[in-house]
Structures are given as C-alpha cells and as structure tokens.
C-alpha cells in the first residue's frame, strides 16, 4: 500500500529505514496535475530502485510575477491515486511553510546555463527550481532521481547542480512521452482549447522539420533554425508566437555553429496565454 507522508521529518525517515534495509531509493520530483509522462518516470524509477518516492510540490519560487502560480492545477488525491497504480511506494506531499520556512534567505545560483532561453525570458525560474531542487535532493538523499527530457534546460541544470555541489545522486532523463497527434505531454496542456492545442503542434511540426533537414544533409545550425520557425509558422500562422528555436550543446546549452556531433533541437513559444516547450535529439548523419 502507498504510504503517504507530509513532513520533511517524515519522508526523511522512510528514505533512511529503506536504506537503512539495504534498498535503492528513487524520487520522481513533480509538481503534481500527472500525465503519462510523469508515469513514465515512476515506472523507470520503479525498475531502477527498490523504494520510489514522488513528491508532489507547486513549487512557488519558480513561477515569476504574472505567471500561472495561482491557476496551476492542483489534485492531489488523484494524483496520489495515480501514482500508487504506477509503483510507487511513498507520496510526499508537503506544504510552502514545510518546504521554506519563515526566515529562509539562501537560495540556488543555476550558474551561467540559467542565462538563455527559458531563463532569459523567465527570470529567477532556474534559482527557483535549483533551489527546490537541492532541497528535495538534501531531504530524501536518493539513489537516483528522474527527470523528464521535455524541460530539456532544467535537466542539464540539475545535472550540473548535482555535480558541482557532489550531491551524489545519479540524474536520469526519461524519454519526452506525447499524445498521438505529436503535441509533448505537458501539465499545462489542459490550459488549450481545440485551436490553441492545433497551434502548440506547430512546436512538434517544427523539430520535425530540423530533424528531416539534418537527415537530407542539411548540417547548418542557422539553415535548422530557419527550417524550425519555417515550419511553425506554416503550420500555426500567428496563432503560434515563438520565443526561441534553436540548435545547442546538449550539455552546455550554447548556440552550434554545426551539427556535427550530438545536439538538441529546442523550442519555445506562446499559444494563446499559455506557454509550450519542446525539443529533440539531433544525430547528424554519418558522412558529415
């Protein structure tokens, strides 16, 4: 049966007693409002670790002025039914006050792969996630923690916050998972009406134009991105408003010149009032 715990005490006491037993801990980290995509991590973690726990946390210092802290889904008890269905064996579900206390002042410097994309145009969201991030990470002291490849940025951010401060968690990225018409599984994918969900899909349309391009020969970053906001345009028309498409380091996050070696395909954009992101792996062919 699923154990459900509120308490930084308390999930810190089961993660020990696992341990203690000589078993592996996983944490899936979520903001709750689950999807196939986050069950996707529970069942990895579940394959991986002898005790998985999730956390379900609407994390408010990552969300800046204006954005949709307030209207973010919250159902917690469905959720905590989900997840008990998929594998897990322990929900912590704690509260603001629990996880930041009154007289906290420290927090995370995501350091300078914070300074693009999706930091550039959210401003302190990577100090926000950093942060709870390392506090999650310091309460269950995990084996492993899993996170999704779709929030592509904050994955490299917590691969490099886990290894510049020695953490010692092993950092798993899960596969992105999407709805059969192509559109990645998000959250705030129930924020679309029928023609906003049309127009997110020019986001899917446009990766898979750089990723036919690339295997056509095409091996010019700018020649790529041009193609990405080729498509998304054609696609959704204004509808669709992009904040970045672009071709980088899947480490560094840093603009290519080439795609002569691994690299990442990742776009942003506004549908509407809501916010879409989305990427994928680009393998250049063997004769470049």
């Not at 049966?1 to 930084?8: F, G, L």
């Not at 949709?68 to 469905?78: G, L």
């Not at 995990?142 to 020695?166: N, Y």
Request: proline share 6%.
């Amino acid at each position: 049966m699923i154990e459900r715990v509120v308490t930084k005490a308390e999930v810190r006491a089961a993660a020990a007693a696992a341990r203690a037993a000589g078993k592996s801990v996983g944490l899936v980290p979520t903001m709750g409002a689950l999807h196939e995509g986050h069950l996707s991590l529970v069942r990895a973690a579940a394959k991986r670790c002898d005790v998985v726990i999730a956390s379900i946390f609407v994390n408010p210092t990552q969300f800046g002025p204006g954005e949709d802290f307030e209207r973010y889904p919250r159902r917690i008890e469905a959720d905590a039914e989900l997840l008990g269905n998929a594998g897990i064996d322990i929900v912590w579900t704690p509260s603001t006050d629990e996880m930041y206390g009154p007289d906290a002042q420290v927090t995370v410097d995501p350091g300078p792969q914070a300074d693009r994309w999706e930091g550039a145009i959210r401003p302190g969201h990577f100090a926000g996630v950093a942060t709870i991030v390392t506090k999650l990470l310091s309460v269950v002291c995990p084996d492993a923690a899993f996170f999704g490849e779709k929030d592509f940025q904050q994955l490299a951010i917590v691969r490099s916050l886990v290894r510049d401060l020695d953490l010692g968690v092993d950092v798993i990225g899960c596969p992105i998972m999407r709805d059969p018409d192509g559109l990645a599984l998000s959250s705030r994918n129930a924020y679309l009406s029928a023609e906003e969900r049309h127009a997110g899909l020019g986001l899917a349309h446009a990766l898979w134009a750089a990723a036919s391009e690339l295997l056509l020969g095409e091996c010019d970053a700018r020649a790529l991105e041009s193609a990405m906001r080729a498509a998304a345009q054609e696609h959704a028309g204004d509808a669709l408003v992009l904040d970045y498409a672009a071709v980088v380091d899947p480490d560094t996050l840093e603009p290519l010149e080439r795609v002569d070696r691994e690299a990442r395909a990742i776009i942003a954009g506004r549908v509407g009032t809501t916010r879409l992101l989305d990427n994928v792996a680009l393998t250049p062919p063997p004769s470049s």
